[in-house]
């Protein structure tokens, strides 16, 4: 036997901590007025942020910068982060490519100068 090997004496299981049942569980919860569960109104008042916007932060980069490094129209990304338009299927598309490998896009994009050949 391994010397870090532990071997229990009994078949019995282990006793939690403070038994306590669902019910105690969720009442300790709700008690809590820190991780109160969020309710109808609460969903109606949050606002979903973008996928463009939470790709452009964690990049670091500004709306200026993002839309110039990545050759989106500035006007556009501005409407799809306001929540005033949605990026198409190929608009998404290319989103997943800069949040997967951003320097890969910017190296492709910085490789090519010309109109489309």
């Known amino acids: 036997m391994s010397k870090t090997t ?3 004496k009994t078949a019995k299981p282990p ?16 008690d809590d007025p820190d991780a109160q569960p969020l309710t109808a ?14 790709i452009r932060q964690a990049l ?6 993002f839309a110039a490094r990545f050759r989106i ?5 501005r409407d799809w ?11 998404n598309a290319y989103l997943h490519v800069i949040a997967r ?3 890969a896009v910017t190296d ?6 010309g109109p489309a050949d």
């Open 6 to 8: 532990t071997t229990s």
């Open 15 to 30: 006793e939690p901590l403070r038994p306590m049942t669902d019910e105690e569980v969720m009442a300790a919860a709700l």
């Open 41 to 54: 109104d609460d969903f109606k008042r949050m606002k979903r942020v973008a996928r463009a916007k939470i």
């Open 60 to 65: 670091g980069l500004t709306q200026q910068e």
């Open 73 to 77: 129209p500035l006007g556009t990304l």
């Open 81 to 91: 982060e306001q929540g005033a338009a949605e990026p198409d299927a190929a608009a």
């Open 101 to 103: 490998n951003p320097q």
């Open 108 to 113: 492709a994009l910085a490789s090519h100068h």
